[in-house]
């Protein structure tokens, strides 16, 4: 190419003439982005301390320990499921608010989350996945529907002091009896304020011919003697007792208010009695959200809310954007609102929903408060992922930077083709 | 302001008069004047406020200017950054030792001068001393200290059942499961947090083993395969074990959480573990009264073992000798700078000449009483010598497994090798 000798009249043209002006930009890139690059590279071939090179072991570490490959199966896990799910249900939201008057008040509540800092929403994620159900409201829904269909039993946890094998049906005897027997079962494990208030002063009954009876009483109280009715222990009403014989429940009865109970006409022979552990179920308490095997699909969820309305401002631009003709074309010509979606609106979509999905592919790949944050510290590790376990490495656990920066160096080749991928993308739509 | 002004120069000659006779012998009031002196300290919000009221008594007393610069927990960042900078600060104040000795090692520390050696010596147990000591020279010494040997019970739930607070290992098992007779778990663990559970190895350690073997242990001379770890392990089994005794979802309970489990309303737990710090946390977050609803006893002998305590604590080091920076140290050393915390709360000193009527209340005065008595038994927090690798890491190393070890506390052997995988990576031995 030949040069004029107005430079004026073709700017750009020389490459003498543009360093001048790229110059400041080109600083600036070099000293943020540059710089650290090649250096995290420089850094990650040498040790601990920085002044020994070490080859490739930084390497040969990181792909050996155990917490490091749990975080790459973990970010494995997040890549496959995250930005499928979150574009799918940005695509859904788009489509059905299109259609809806208050579309973009709509919009606008489902693009909120993204408003709110990352680590901000993972202490609202904490707290909403709290095991306490007076806490989490996740498992306070779970147990308010659980205890709608199965009520909570009367005495949740309570249990014999001693002489009973606890099995599946209940609390069974060690010892048979007979009848003319009578029975004294303190229960430990609750507490007497606890206990209903029709509640009577337990005491044992005398014998009855023909009749086995018994009590059933707290046993705790101060200065109470173990396995002994005490003045101020009181019995324990409405406990369902059964009486056992050769594996078949022969008969039933509930305590009264004093704990007393008895079982009026059982034949000769020996008995097993029985208190069945519906009796003492202990109430339903929700789901270990935060324990290591939920850990991580809590975490994408939360991220799932965050990211939502974000995959929903893209797909939406990206319909508005679409020729209506080519809709109505297809209707006209007889197509079903499902056949226009499937067939119309994602193909002529599809650009807009590759570039949303590998942004979401980059952003989880870097993904790191939301981890750090909701993972309470005994699941951490378990939680873990790549920027998570660099930034430990680096800065958490005495400071080895080199294989912190050998971490990073694998974090960048892993985001590296998403990047490009969106890059070359961008240059062939402008061209 | 003036009169103001001429009060306090009058309260500076009445104090330095007083109490300053040990070491400050050249030291007339207001003689640094024009000087300034920087600290670094971890202590933010109302720390900040009451170690400011003590750096504000030495002013007024040397007219030296200090500078107080907080850093919080990025404590360590600051100070190497500010080292590599060349610009450290005069005085700080570290709460790990293993830093202490790194910096001294790399000469960026200045040994303490003769005077502050003295005052070290005269007012700390000698465990103290060594503790600030790398290579038989003192560089520093514990200006504020954690009592991490406590158990805090419910006055509530001990009354429920008639227990008295338990003197040894066994009948802290025995009254926890009395209490779990009442329906209410014994103790709450914060077992989400990792610290708390090295802090109950740790108590029972010392115990067991001896103030020996745990020296060896925080040094890794010994390995955590080592029977003295067997058995403190199957001590500690003997309460988590029992799945009636420990307050449910203890893995994921944080420690402020642990604490609330037991004094607020409703509480699910009679007990809990750890430092004098409970009680701010108990004073802050629920309606109970320390001393009064909310009580503590010491960590109980395990095995006849005597008294002995855990503690954490900020050692003050300097990396400058001028003169002010000097007499500063001499002044932190001193029980009179102390004293001045003491009276302002959530304060403990080592610092066996400091009146425990200068303490605010009952629960501190006796919380500090058994650092003091404990003489050359207590051990600092092993888990804080320890690289940070193995002994301070969010779901790593020791963390980690004993959270592990909370969560199945039957697996002694598999733990023992765990840690003693983890600690063989992190010491680099």
């Known amino acids: 190419m030949r040069l004029r000798t107005n430079v004026d009249a073709a700017p750009g043209r020389s490459p003498r003439q543009a360093i001048p002006f790229l110059l400041p930009a080109l600083v600036v890139l070099a000293a943020l982005v540059l710089y650290p690059l090649v250096y995290s590279l420089i850094r990650s071939f040498f040790d601990a301390r920085g002044d020994e090179f070490v080859g490739l072991s930084n390497y040969v570490d990181t792909f050996t320990d155990p917490r490091t490959l749990t975080a790459f199966r973990n970010n494995v896990i997040w890549v496959v499921v995250a930005p499928a799910a979150v574009t799918g249900l940005g695509l859904i939201f788009a489509v059905l608010t299109e259609r809806i008057r208050w579309a973009t008040a709509f919009r606008l509540v489902l693009f909120m989350p993204m408003a709110i800092s990352l680590f901000a929403s993972g202490i609202i994620f904490r707290l909403v996945y709290e095991e306490d159900p007076n806490q989490g409201i996740v498992n306070a829904a779970a147990v308010g529907v659980h205890d709608v269909f199965s009520p909570a039993s009367q005495y949740p946890g309570a249990r014999p002091r001693e002489g009973y094998a606890a099995t599946e049906a209940g609390f069974t005897a060690a010892r048979p009896s007979r009848a003319g027997e009578v029975i004294t079962l303190p229960l430990i494990g609750f507490s007497p304020q606890d206990v209903p208030a029709q509640a009577l002063p337990a005491s044992v009954p005398s014998a009855g011919d023909g009749e086995l009876r018994g009590v059933v009483w707290l046993d705790v109280s101060v200065g109470g003697k173990a396995g002994s009715v005490d003045p101020t222990e009181r019995g324990l009403p409405g406990v369902a007792v059964e009486a056992v014989r050769e594996g078949k429940v022969v008969a039933r009865t509930t305590t009264g208010d004093d704990g007393r109970f008895t079982f009026p006409d059982l034949a000769r022979g020996e008995v097993v009695v029985r208190l069945p552990s519906s009796n003492f179920t202990l109430p339903f308490r929700g789901l270990t959200w935060l324990g290591p095997s939920l850990i991580t699909p809590v975490i994408i969820s939360s991220w799932i809310w965050i990211m939502t309305g974000f995959a929903i401002t893209f797909i939406a631009a990206g319909l508005s954007a679409i020729p209506r003709d080519a809709l109505e074309a297809a209707r006209v010509d007889g197509a079903t609102e499902w056949q226009v979606f499937r067939r119309v609106t994602i193909p002529l979509l599809s650009p807009v929903l590759l570039v949303v999905f590998v942004t979401l592919v980059i952003n989880v790949l870097k993904i790191f408060e939301l981890v750090f944050v909701i993972a309470p510290g005994s699941v951490q590790e378990e939680a873990n992922v790549l920027a998570l376990q660099m930034w430990q490495v680096s800065f958490g656990t005495g400071g080895d930077q080199g294989a912190g920066s050998a971490l990073a160096v694998i974090l960048f080749l892993l985001v590296a083709p998403a990047m490009l991928f969106n890059i070359r993308r961008f240059r062939r739509e402008r061209s | ?429």
């Open chain 2, 1 to 429: 302001m003036r009169k103001q002004f001429i009060a306090l120069l009058a309260l500076a000659a009445a104090a330095g008069t007083g109490a300053c006779s040990g070491g400050a012998a050249g030291t007339s009031a207001q003689d640094l004047k024009g000087q300034t002196v920087e600290v670094v300290g971890p202590w933010t919000g109302d720390e900040q406020k009451n170690f400011e009221k003590v750096l504000a008594e030495f002013t007024s007393k040397t007219g030296a200017e200090v500078k107080y610069t907080p850093a919080g927990d990025e404590l360590p960042t600051v100070l190497q950054t500010r080292i590599s900078g060349g610009t450290p600060p005069n005085v700080a104040l570290i709460a790990q030792p293993g830093l202490v000795a790194q910096f001294a090692k790399a000469n960026a520390l200045k040994p303490v001068n003769a005077d502050v050696e003295k005052a070290v010596t005269d007012h700390n147990a000698a465990v103290w001393k060594k503790l600030g000591s790398v290579d038989g020279k003192l560089y520093g010494f514990t200006f504020k200290t954690a009592n991490k040997s406590a158990f805090w019970y419910s006055e509530k739930a001990f009354k429920q059942v008639g227990a008295t607070p338990p003197a040894t290992w066994d009948d802290l098992v025995k009254t926890s499961k009395a209490i779990s007779e009442t329906g209410l778990a014994a103790v709450a663990v914060g077992g989400a947090d990792g610290w708390t559970l090295t802090d109950w190895f740790e108590n029972v350690y010392l115990r067991t083993a001896g103030p020996e073997n745990y020296d060896k242990l925080a040094k890794h001379e010994i390995p955590w395969t080592d029977p003295s770890v067997r058995k403190a392990l199957e001590e500690l089994a003997k309460l988590w074990g029992e799945p009636t005794l420990v307050a449910g979802g203890a893995l994921q309970t944080e420690f402020p959480k642990s604490v609330i489990n037991v004094f607020g309303e409703p509480p699910t737990a009679a007990m809990v573990f750890e430092a004098d710090f409970v009680a701010s946390v108990i004073s802050t977050n629920t309606k109970a009264k320390v001393g009064q609803d909310a009580k503590f006893f010491p960590f109980p002998s395990v095995a006849g073992s005597k008294d002995a305590v855990v503690a954490g604590g900020d050692m003050a080091v300097q990396f400058k000798d001028d003169k002010a920076t000097t007499e500063l140290m001499k002044f932190l050393a001193s029980p009179e700078s102390g004293q001045i915390w003491a009276g302002l709360g959530g304060f403990l000193s080592p610092n066996k000449d400091i009146p425990s009527s200068a303490y605010p209340d009952d629960v501190t005065k006796d919380l500090a009483k058994r650092v003091v008595d404990a003489g050359d038994n207590v051990r600092f927090d092993m888990s804080d010598l320890a690289p940070a690798a193995f002994g301070g890491t969010k779901g790593a190393g020791e963390w980690k497994d004993l959270q592990d070890f909370l969560a199945d506390p039957k697996n002694v052997d598999g733990i023992m090798q765990r840690l003693e995988a983890n600690a063989v990576k992190a010491y680099g031995k």
